[in-house]
């Protein structure tokens, strides 16, 4: 009998959606983002998924002298492959939102795989009394966003990036996000194995259902065959059960705070290791091993710790 691959982790710690009055729990300081990233690798991730925010009032940034500050703490304290986003903002370019991939030169960076409609804006009325002043209207205006990665914005991260030689999470919000990965392949911009997160239940993108992952999971097994590696990431309450499905279609499964507030319905989650150990128990409890660090950095063909930029 085959024996089952291990299975990788990645916590993403605080993203760019929530704000820091939907929960307590939710980093948003420099120490805070930096003390729950090693928590969360001490807990079981191998990967820790990292955006940056203003240091007083919980605003996403992908301002360098935000990452600044946390991003050698964590290096110092854990083995976790470190992942920077390049979405980070709904509304800037996108060279602004790869300066932080290019500076810090990680070994793995998220790359959305197409332009989108994003929103989150009914979260807005969920909420009376804000903590800080741009909460509210960043909130409610996301209707009117859209998400740009035009294929020259992916080239331009492809290329710009490409000497620092980072493996990308290819966030696939949508079959057609495949066929636009299958492309940029073929293009030579991505190399195999490539590492692809599939994303349910973002407003603007597929729906959390099983048949969902299972329909995106073959599409995917036909367009790049044995090329690549695959996760799953299930936005607020499809976060558990569908990392869940995943782990024992031979996957690898993405939790964190970025994704949703709770741990379990009506539960608001204490921290991003609280997450982790839960899904570790979860995967563990039904006969797979959790991926070290080393191991995932083998099985995604990382560049290694020691060669990254901070």
Known sequence: MAKKPKTIITCAVTGAIHTPTMSDGLPYTYDDIAQQAVDAA?????????????NQTGAPSVDVGDFAPFLPRIKQATDAVVNISTGGSLTLSIQDRITPAKTFSPEMCSMNMGSMNFSFHPLAGKYDDWKFDWERDYVANSDGNIFRNTFRDIKEAADTLAPHDIKFEHECYDVGHLYNLKFCMDIGLFKAPIFIQFIFGILGGIGPEVDNLIFMKRTADRLFGDDYRWSVLGAGGAQMPLATTAS?????????????????????AQSNAEQVRKIRGIVEGLGCE??????????????GGDKVGF
């Open 42 to 54: 001490e807990a079981g991730a191998s990967i820790l998924h990292l955006h940056a925010r203003d």
């Open 248 to 268: 024992q279609m031979g996957g690898n499964v993405r939790v964190g705070l970025e994704d949703s507030l709770f741990i379990s319905r009506g539960q608001l």
């Open 290 to 303: 959790v991926a070290t660090p080393d191991e995932a950095r083998e099985i995604l063909g990382l560049k």
